[in-house]
Every structure is written in C-alpha cells, then in structure tokens.
Nanobody, 122 residues
Framework: VQLQASGGGLVQAGGSLRLSCTGP????????MGWFRQAPGKEREFVAV????????LYADSVKGRFTISRDNAKNTMYLQMNSLKPEDTAVYYC??????WGQGVTDFDSWGQGTQVTVSS
C-alpha cells in the first residue's frame, strides 16, 4: 500500500500551505499516520504523527506551534496545515503509516509514497 501526498508548492516566508495524504481503501484509518520531510543532502526527518482516531499528536520541536496534523477517517485523508512557513521548511514532504511503535522513528513507518515538494522563499 502506498500513500500519496499532495498540496505542496512555492510560498513566501510567513505563508501557509495545507498538505493532504490519501491512500487506497481504509488501510490508513487502522493505524497512526505521520509526516516526514527530507531536504536536499539531509536525512529524512520526523515532522508529526497522529493517532488512529486523531486524539493524540506528536510534533517535532522545529514545527511545534506552526504546523497542525489532522485526519478525516471518513475520507481516508490526513492533513498537515503549515503556517508561518520558514525557508528551512523547504523539503519534500512524505506521509506514511505508523505500523510499528508509536512515535517518530522512521523505521516504524511504512507505505511511503511519492512526496510533495514544499519550497519557501525568503
């Protein structure tokens, strides 16, 4: 099962974007889901994760207070609302399924699909 991220684009610093993540069927609603990002020349890093029902979330310190993760299981869709964007947020953003231990470890996630590019200009 691969998930598909969308909604990226080019935005000025201070602007906002909302990313979406969808997948086939209702596989995603049975697991916590998360967002990661990868900038050129850097390792993939954790951004946020949300529990199956959406009642629990966890954020990387670098995005806390600016990004909001949410999900709509009826639509089989997860979102990442990104506000107050900074140039250092520029990266390819990926969504994934948290099949393993709850948290931010990249090895506890699978179903990586093609990401969506987010570029923040200064």
């Amino acid at each position: 099962v691969q998930l598909q991220a969308s909604g990226g684009g080019l935005v000025q610093a201070g602007g906002s974007l909302r990313l979406s993540c969808t997948g086939p069927g209702r596989t995603g609603s049975s697991y916590p889901m998360g967002w990661f990002r990868q900038a050129p020349g850097k390792e993939r890093e954790f951004v946020a994760v949300i529990s199956r029902a959406g009642g629990a979330t966890l954020y990387a310190d670098s995005v806390k207070g600016r990004f909001t993760i949410s999900r709509d299981n009826a639509k089989n869709t997860m979102y990442l609302q990104m506000n107050s964007l900074k140039p250092e947020d520029t990266a390819v953003y990926y969504c994934a399924r948290n099949f393993g231990r709850w948290g931010q470890g990249v090895t506890d996630f699978d179903s990586w699909g093609q990401g969506t590019q987010v570029t923040v200009s200064s």
